[in-house]
């Protein structure tokens, strides 16, 4: 790839206001993600019509449906229309997954993303629904783990994710880490699996062993200190989408997202690197990790970093990447009930 022209998005779009916020379309008809694609065609089309009111008149022929990769906890679909005038339109109707709403915040998500939106983050919002939301398309290629560790788009990555950190959301700024955390281990350590394997399995877990390790962490990260931000905190390859033409990087997806430690958010973008088959000698080496942190840290003078600085963010990112390991193994448990027979 060659040299990549840096996107401001908070110069971009500036500041949400409460205007355009209150412009969102909603509708009160919710679609079952469940549904084969055939099925769920003419349920999205109506919910698309029920949105927006240009569209109502159209015959459904003017809709196509089709199913987007990515999402683990969504069914992402991308719906083109033929409007009227003869101009093809492209929208992406995110359907929430089941069960999901333990784990996902759905308000907070709503909240986040309408400012997120407007600083130039992701898609934009364009409606919301019973289970799922309406947002602009993205014509952009999804990363793949390897993408993450190369120079230039490491250093395009943590330049982003400065300027994420420095977006505003309204409402609490108490870090969410913690209290998740805790969430998370009594939903886990209580559950019953019907499959007598998976159960046996189960029982093999040493909650009171991972409880002692989330305490003992606790304590831990508590002596950083570290900087509370508006963080990702689900910032995996699949996240993170690039428009080569433009040279554009974007984030999306900020279901996870809320107030956190500084250190976590890298930390658990620096985990990403293993990928879904958790290939952890894939994790970033130290000249990786530095230099990811001086273009995080200084994103237009990335070599002024000093050594200290450098240092510090070294062992503050690499604790928290502790907890994003105890985070998602709990969360995996709730969510997937990762136990392989």
Not at 51 to 63: A, G, H, M, T
Not at 194 to 218: A, H, R
Request: glycine residues 6%; negative net charge.
């Amino acid at each position: 790839m060659g040299a990549v022209n840096i996107w401001n998005p908070i110069e971009v779009a500036g500041e949400a206001s409460e205007n355009s916020m209150s412009q969102i379309q909603s509708s009160s008809l919710s679609v079952e993600p469940s549904l084969p694609l055939p099925q769920i065609t003419p349920r999205i089309i109506e919910l698309c019509k029920d949105l927006f009111k240009k569209w109502s008149n159209l015959d459904n022929s003017c809709f196509s449906v089709e199913t987007v990769s990515g999402g683990i906890t969504n069914l992402l679909l991308k719906v083109s229309v033929k409007e009227d005038n003869g101009n093809n339109v492209c929208v992406t109707v995110r359907l929430y997954g089941p069960n999901t709403d333990y784990v996902i915040n759905r308000e907070r998500e709503l909240q986040a993303i309408k400012y997120l939106s407007a600083a130039g983050f992701g898609a934009n919002l364009l409606g919301v629904f019973s289970n799922g939301m309406v947002q602009s398309f993205i014509y952009a290629r999804t990363l793949v783990p390897e993408d993450m560790r190369k120079p230039k788009l490491a250093a395009e990555i943590a330049k982003q994710l400065n300027r994420f950190h420095q977006v505003e959301i309204p409402g609490s700024k108490e870090p969410q880490l913690w209290n998740d955390m805790f969430k998370f281990f009594e939903k886990a350590s209580n559950i019953e699996f019907d499959d007598i394997g998976k159960q046996k399995i189960y029982k093999t877990v040493s909650f009171e062993e991972i409880q002692n390790e989330i305490n003992e962490l606790k304590d831990l990260t508590d002596r950083f200190n570290a900087p509370v931000v508006f963080a990702h905190n689900d910032l995996l390859s699949g996240n993170i989408m690039m428009n080569d033409e433009e040279e554009k990087l974007y984030f999306i997806d900020f279901e996870y997202g809320s107030y956190n430690y500084r250190g976590f958010d890298i930390g658990n973008h620096f985990n990403e690197y293993a990928g879904y088959e958790c290939e952890y000698s894939l994790y970033p080496s130290k000249d990786e990790q530095y230099h990811f942190f001086r273009h995080y840290l200084q994103p237009e003078n990335p070599l002024e970093v000093s050594e200290r600085d450098l240092d510090a963010l070294y062992v503050e990112t690499n604790t928290y990447m502790l907890a994003s390991h105890l985070y998602w193994a709990l969360w995996g448990i709730i969510q997937f009930d990762f136990l392989v027979v």
